[in-house]
Nanobody, 125 residues
Framework: QVQLVESGGGLVQAGGSLRLSCAAS????????MGWFRQAPGKEREFVAA????????YYTNSVKGRFTISRDNAKNTVSLQMNSLKPTDTAVYYC??????????????????WGQGTQVTVSS
């Protein structure tokens, strides 16, 4: 079992930045690829970014490439999502997720084993 707790959400103006963090506990954190997903009101949960065990491989959905950066610290059991140049379309609840394995190319919600409770990000225009 892996427990995930997100933090760092909030309200920001368009063009601003936020940094989300996810603290993991339970099983060996470094055995899991980590991902961020988001869900806007009335929409399905969608993949945002993923990072491999070592942090050496990352993968992003096209809409956030060049603006968001995913990183992890295995010594601290944390994964972060730095979000720059935020847009109103980035408004959503952001979820941290863990997937047993190393590939970053799994983007479906069913591909991930454990989920956090989510943190709200609101970008005003």
């Amino acid at each position: 079992q892996v427990q995930l707790v997100e933090s760092g959400g909030g309200l920001v103006q368009a063009g601003g930045s936020l940094r989300l963090s996810c603290a993991a506990s339970g099983r060996t954190f470094s055995n899991y690829a980590m991902g961020w997903f988001r869900q806007a009101p009335g929409k399905e949960r969608e993949f945002v970014a993923a990072i491999s065990w070592s942090g050496g491989n990352t993968y992003y959905t096209n809409s956030v490439k060049g603006r968001f950066t995913i990183s992890r610290d295995n010594a601290k059991n944390t994964v972060s999502l730095q979000m720059n140049s935020l847009k109103p379309t980035d408004t959503a609840v952001y979820y941290c997720a863990a997937r047993l394995g190393d590939s970053v190319y799994y983007t479906g919600t069913g591909d991930y084993n454990y989920w956090g409770q989510g943190t709200q990000v609101t970008v005003s225009s």
